[in-house]
């Protein structure tokens, strides 16, 4: 399980993330952010598999991906 979050007011809505989300869950929001962009977003946050390459795609380091961690024992 991952959770990705994105700091909507620095997001250019450069769709980088967006072309290269392997599981397609990310796209661009309707609403405009300060800069006059529409920001990215996530759209099914359950489906995501946290492998951060919408991160390192970012050229702005606007995304964020947290993995949960499995403990055993």
Request: glycine share 6%; hydrophobic share 35%; proline share 4%.
């Amino acid at each position: 399980m991952a959770r990705v979050t994105f700091r909507e007011e620095r997001c250019k809505g450069c769709e980088l993330c967006v072309t290269f989300c392997p599981k397609g869950i990310i796209k661009l929001a309707k609403h405009i952010n300060s800069m006059g962009f529409h920001p990215a977003t996530i759209e099914d946050q359950a489906s995501c598999t946290g492998c951060a390459t919408c991160a390192r795609m970012c050229p702005d380091l606007v995304i964020e991906v947290e993995r949960e961690v499995s403990r055993v024992g």
